[in-house]
């Protein structure tokens, strides 16, 4: 199975001090782009299209979840109508405001993106790489 899974990473895990209403959040939200719950334990779901790719949960360690400085969490979008999809579901959801959906060409031609801050304040990004627009990267380092 991991030969035909293109993805690098195994999945990612942030912390929430509100379980239920991040869940009811992430549920609505990652539902625009095609994701679900695939796994779930007490204090812990899992959402992907096929993998756990993204995990909530309340910290291990009882301690309050707490955001990370320099850090966000981007999810693939099919499409730039599913981008703006996340980004409308996540502000009626609760969300912050953090980069309304676009064009960013610093990212490269291709980038269209939105940027949210979730009910914990977590930074979170819908994506779509638009291949037609051109197969660049831009050389600058960019930080989102």
């Given at each position: 199975?991991?030969?035909?899974?293109?993805?690098?990473?195994?999945?990612?895990?942030?912390?929430?001090?509100?379980?239920?209403?991040?869940?009811?959040?992430?549920?609505?939200?990652?539902?625009?782009?095609?994701?679900?719950?695939?796994?779930?334990?007490?204090?812990?779901?899992?959402?992907?299209?096929?993998?756990?790719?993204?995990?909530?949960?309340?910290?291990?360690?009882?301690k309050p979840a707490s955001i990370g400085n320099g850090?966000?969490?981007?999810?693939?979008?099919?499409?730039?109508?599913?981008?703006?999809?996340?980004?409308?579901?996540a502000l009626a959801a609760g969300a912050q405001d953090?980069?309304?959906?676009?064009?960013?060409?610093?990212?490269?031609?291709?980038?269209?993106?939105?940027?949210?801050?979730?009910?914990?304040?977590?930074?979170?990004?819908?994506?779509?790489?638009?291949?037609?627009?051109?197969?660049?990267?831009?050389?600058?380092?960019?930080?989102?």
């Amino acid at each position: 199975m991991a030969d035909l899974n293109p993805c690098i990473l195994s999945h990612i895990s942030i912390g929430t001090n509100q379980f239920e209403k991040a869940a009811a959040f992430y549920d609505q939200v990652l539902a625009t782009l095609d994701c679900t719950r695939i796994m779930s334990h007490p204090g812990a779901i899992a959402y992907g299209k096929l993998y756990p790719e993204f995990w909530l949960q309340i910290p291990a360690d009882g301690k309050p979840a707490s955001i990370g400085n320099g850090y966000h969490v981007a999810f693939q979008a099919d499409s730039r109508e599913a981008v703006d999809r996340f980004y409308a579901a996540a502000l009626a959801a609760g969300a912050q405001d953090d980069g309304p959906p676009g064009p960013r060409p610093d990212y490269g031609a291709p980038y269209y993106g939105c940027f949210v801050r979730d009910l914990d304040g977590h930074k979170i990004e819908a994506t779509y790489w638009d291949m037609a627009l051109g197969d660049t990267l831009a050389n600058e380092p960019h930080q989102h």
